[in-house]
Antibody
């Protein structure tokens, strides 16, 4: 049974970099049919996809965040990470990591989610 | 960019049928996935590929997709179904995952 666990600072200062890590257990990060994703949810608002990565390092990012986002993978540690630069109050949210199913020509659905971690942006 | 439109809220009495729509341009040509998010919890996949259910999801949950509207239907609604529901697609033209704005289901 796959489990995903987010970790990282719950408080980030404006203009600094938000850094989170997602650790997998119960499944291989090298699985052929899966990508590994970050999704966020500002308080009281909806879900926003940030991006996803394959074990090879191939990534997709949300267009509006592309200039500030980096997602990386460490297969030896069964982890993948999110970096978001130059944060503002608008980046405050619950950040989820999730597994994204990939079926050859389409990136499909998120079938497993972490519990989420709240990140506050404040000086 | 591709946009998915959901009604902000839907209300239904226990035992009745809830219908939540997700509108998008030619959404019928895409695979639509639905998530349930109870307060304070992570989202859970309840329908994928328009109408398939993951293991463990009750048969009361079903989906359809045609032309410009996808629909999540919950039969015999229970109090425990009260949650936010989100639709989601892959926008292959722009290589982006897109979520709808979410619909809050209230069980009266």
């Amino acid at each position: 049974q796959l489990q995903l666990q987010e970790s990282g600072p719950g408080l980030v200062r404006p203009s600094e970099t938000l850094s989170l890590t997602c650790t997998l257990s119960g499944a291989s990060i090298r699985s052929d049919n899966y990508y590994w994703a970050w999704i966020r949810q500002p308080p009281g608002k909806g879900l926003e996809w940030i991006g996803h990565i394959y074990s090879s390092g191939h990534t997709y990012y949300k267009s509006s965040l592309m200039s500030r986002v980096t997602i990386s993978v460490d297969t030896s540690k069964t982890q993948f990470s999110l970096g978001l630069r130059s944060v503002t109050a608008a980046d405050a949210a619950v950040y989820y990591c999730a597994r994204l199913t990939y079926r050859g020509s389409s990136y499909d659905f998120f079938d497993s989610w972490g519990q989420g971690t709240l990140v506050t942006v404040s000086s | 960019s591709y946009v998915l439109t959901q009604p902000p809220s839907v209300s239904v009495a226990p035992g009745q049928t809830a219908t939540i729509t997700c509108g998008g341009n030619h959404i019928g040509s895409k695979s639509v996935h639905w998530y349930q998010q109870r307060p304070g919890q992570a989202p859970v996949l309840v329908v994928y590929d328009d109408s398939d259910r993951p293991s463990g999801i009750p048969q009361r949950f079903s989906g359809s997709n045609s032309e410009n509207t996808a629909t999540l239907t919950i039969n015999r609604v229970e109090a425990g179904d009260e949650a936010d529901y989100y639709c989601q697609v892959w926008d292959s033209n722009n290589d982006q995952v897109v979520f709808g704005g979410g619909t809050k289901l209230t069980v009266l």
